[in-house]
């Protein structure tokens, strides 16, 4: 598990050789496979940095040693991964109801901070649309 103190990371999935982008992650956050994590099988996805990072680790052991010591931990963890499971459940649910033009409009509005931090054919990979898709939805603006 990793614990960002600067920078940005992002998770991806491997289509067929074409990269698609889950989500963003930045200071303050922290980042796993909780599915790896917890069950010891290989992740669904990998993580990457996409600009230079100071990240702090722990590691499986250290981890379940501290939420068993400390609740205050385990319950920030459990604060964790709802908002994650309702980040995951939003973003499910704007690609069924929305056109890309409704989900950039949405990611502005929630997250204007990876529009300024993050390269755009990432967001375009996140939006579920190309590059050329994305500039001409941002031209329209």
Known sequence: MYFIEKGCLRTWVNNDGKEITT???FEGDSVSSIES???NQPSLYSIETIEPCVLQTITQKEFQMIVEQLPDI???FE?????RLF???QLFFSYLKNSPQQRYEELLAQYPHIVQRVPQHYIASYLG???VSLSRIRNRR
Do not use: V
């Open 23 to 25: 989500q963003f992650f």
């Open 37 to 39: 994590f917890r069950t």
């Open 74 to 76: 385990k319950k920030q």
């Open 79 to 83: 604060e964790h991964l709802f908002k």
């Open 87 to 89: 980040q995951a459940q």
């Open 129 to 131: 649309i190309t590059s």
